[in-house]
């Protein structure tokens, strides 16, 4: 195939006619080679790679080149951190041959998964969904898709849709592992979660004891942020606000570790406004804990009272472009200060009084029975 690039005949190489190979080494080489039969002298030779999420390939000359008889040879190692690739990116690369006479053949591009290999990974595909974890527990990868099947159906019901697919999750073998492997490529946690962006799943599998448990949290948690990311992503007019995005993982992780502190914070009337929620305004650490906890109550209300469709609905408006508190107040048909109020009166403490007659109503009335009774009965 000839055809014209930039007013210079290119040339569309047969895939067999060359071998184009990458050998990874997690965060610290990619060796790139090409062999191949060529029958016009070769001046240059150059590679081209570009991952998934790049705009741009990524580009750079081999100045390992040889041609003897015909049969080039050409490799380039390259720092896959200098090249700014992300880890557990679908990459894909080429090359472009530039001959003596000035025309460039086209090798055919080769895909391959930058993946952290410095971990034997185990695998198990189940439909569109691939678990990798490493260890001797041979349950563990089913254990996880299961836990995906359900956090999907669960997100469907309180998500706007999206389609999260294929998806590849990786369970590490400890949190240090974990951040390793994502330092050593130039990432790193952001706000105590990994980046949606890369489009996988990286969570933990620490004790194989409590690897269920733990992964019906995490998983649910990191797969809610992933889902948004791809939501926003898709629509330039998207503002999820980071309260909604943190408090509906949160919810779908069945977090309670905020129970008590929204608690004392209703009770000392300390509680941070809704409109500040919608600012992001947060001055400390204790401030954003706090931010977090009231965020997954307000929708745990918000789902008590409106459903499931609500939540929803509320992340429908912001990805839509809605602002923070119109996405409130178009769906729930109230004020963000009356959501807020309606909000505080359902978490504020019962009254002692009110939890006396609760628990106590019973044995009162009887106790007032009979003393009425015997009332009636000194009389006589």
């Known amino acids: 195939m000839l055809f014209l690039l930039g007013g210079q005949p290119v040339v569309q190489a047969q895939s067999d006619d060359f071998t184009s190979k990458a050998t990874l080494e997690y965060a610290q080489n990619i060796a790139f080679s090409l062999g191949g039969s060529v029958n016009v002298p070769i001046e240059r030779v150059y590679l081209f790679m570009q991952a998934a999420q790049a705009e741009r390939p990524f580009t750079v000359e081999a100045i390992r080149m ?20 992300p880890p557990f990116a679908q990459v894909r690369f080429w090359w472009e041959l530039q001959t003596e006479s000035g025309e460039t053949i086209l090798v055919p591009e080769v ?3 930058y993946e952290d290999n410095r971990f034997a990974w185990r695998e198990l595909a189940v439909g569109d969904v691939v678990v990798h974890w490493t260890g001797n527990d041979a349950d563990l990868g089913r254990v996880a898709a299961e836990i995906v099947a359900d956090s999907r159906q669960l997100l469907d019901d309180i ?10 999750l990786y369970l590490y073998p400890s949190t240090g592992d974990l951040r390793a492997g994502l330092r ?12 949606p962006d890369l489009g996988v799943l990286l969570v933990t599998a620490v004790n194989s004891l409590t690897a269920a448990n733990d992964l019906s949290q995490s998983i649910p948690h990191e797969l809610t942020h992933l889902r948004l990311h791809q ?5 330039e007019d998207a503002d999820v606000p980071l309260w909604y995005e943190e408090g509906m993982a949160l919810l779908a992780a069945g ?23 919608c600012l992001g305004a947060v001055e400390d650490n204790d401030t954003a804990e706090l931010a977090q906890a009231q965020s997954v109550s307000l929708l745990h209300y918000i ?3 409106f459903g499931d469709q609500a939540l929803r609905q509320i992340g429908t408006a912001y990805i839509g472009g809605s602002d923070c508190e119109a996405g409130l107040t178009d769906t729930l048909d109230m004020s963000v200060a009356e959501l807020n109020i309606a909000w505080l009166a359902a978490e504020s403490p019962t009254p002692v009084w009110r939890t006396f007659l ?23």
């Not at 998500?159 to 590849?168: D, E, G, I, K, R």
């Not at 050593?184 to 980046?195: I, K, P, S, V, Y």
């Open 159 to 168: 998500l706007p849709q999206t389609a999260v697919s294929p998806l590849n």
């Open 66 to 85: 040889n041609q003897t008889d015909n049969q080039l040879e050409a490799a380039v190692d390259l720092d896959p951190t200098v090249a700014g690739l």
């Open 303 to 305: 789902q008590a009272q």
């Open 358 to 380: 609760n628990q106590n109503g019973l044995w009162l009335l009887l106790v007032l029975a009979s003393f009425g009774l015997l009332a009636l009965l000194l009389r006589r």
């Open 111 to 113: 895909t391959f998964l």
């Open 184 to 195: 050593l490529a130039g990432r790193d946690w952001q706000d105590g979660h990994t980046d």
């Open 255 to 277: 977090s309670v570790a905020g129970d008590e502190l929204v608690a004392t914070a209703v009770a000392n009337q300390e509680t941070l406004p809704l409109h500040n929620l």
């Open 231 to 235: 939501l926003a992503v898709g629509d």
